[in-house]
């Protein structure tokens, strides 16, 4: 059964920078998309990032877009997000997640993390 663990929140000032990490293990990690999402008290969970099994195909909410970066290391089983200039609207607590979808079957796989908080405040 596969697992997901987040580290590297905590909370920093605005226009700060904090890198968040996600460590999988129990499935074939490099087979799987790789997304941060996102979700802030009274809000619904939203993608914030997303990156494909190989390569540099990645994408972004725009509210995120030029200030996050998404990667792997496929060798390490890990996804990053790093996360610059952060805003306190950037506050929320912050979910890994693997999906993957059979082209054979189509059965659809996906696991979370426990989450992440990410506060941002002065």
């Known amino acids: 059964h596969g697992q997901l663990v987040e580290s590297g929140g905590g909370l920093v000032q605005p226009g700060g920078s904090l890198r968040l990490s996600c460590t999988a293990s129990?499935?074939?990690?490099?087979?799987?998309?790789m997304s941060w999402y996102r979700q802030a008290p009274g809000k619904e969970r939203e993608l914030v990032a997303g990156?494909?099994?190989?390569?540099?195909?990645?994408t972004y909410a725009d509210s995120v877009k030029g200030r996050f970066t998404i990667s792997r290391d496929n060798a390490k089983n890990t996804v990053y997000l790093q996360m610059n200039s952060l805003k306190p609207e950037d506050t929320a607590a912050y979910y890994c997640?693997?999906?993957?979808?059979?082209?054979?079957?189509?059965?659809?796989?996906?696991?979370w993390g426990q989450g992440t908080q990410v506060t941002v405040s002065s």
């Open positions: 997640n693997a999906h993957y979808q059979s082209v054979v079957t189509t059965t659809v796989y996906d696991y």
């Open positions: 990156i494909r099994r190989v390569g540099s195909n990645t």
């Open positions: 129990g499935f074939p990690f490099s087979a799987y998309v």
